[in-house]
């Protein structure tokens, strides 16, 4: 993956801040009440036309449903937003809405080395492996 440049970062890290607010707002007046969204981090494209936004939910089943929502007021998001950061960014992104999963991963590895789900004693928790 190619190493983003200081201004990817410092684009990445504004929208980052300022999403988190917009969003947790927006589920909050939305009426998902103890849903916490957080923004775990924020790619730009090298041209900063589009920026890719990873958001963590808690509780992690809420996400499909949430996203789904945040995706149709896309239009809506980008312009709060666009307004938040005229005095700094002249073109806002394209915002794209994606779960970042790797939470539950690591909560999965934390699972397994504390031994709460041990795949000896539980061969469902492994993938059943295809017979060559």
Known sequence: MEELTQRQKKIGGLLQKDLADILQKA???GGL????ISVSKVNVTTDLSVAKVYLS???NNK????IEGIRSNTPLIRHEMAQRTKNQLRRMP???FFID??????D????????EE???KNEDLLGRRKKS
Request: charged fraction near 30%; charge should be negative.
């Open 57 to 59: 939910v808690f509780p």
């Open 118 to 120: 041990n795949p000896i």
């Open 33 to 36: 009440r103890g849903v916490i």
């Open 27 to 29: 589920a909050t007046d």
């Open 94 to 96: 394209n915002l794209e």
């Open 101 to 106: 999963d790797s939470l539950e991963y690591i």
């Open 108 to 115: 999965g590895i934390e699972k397994s080395l504390k031994g």
């Open 63 to 66: 996400g499909k449903e949430l």
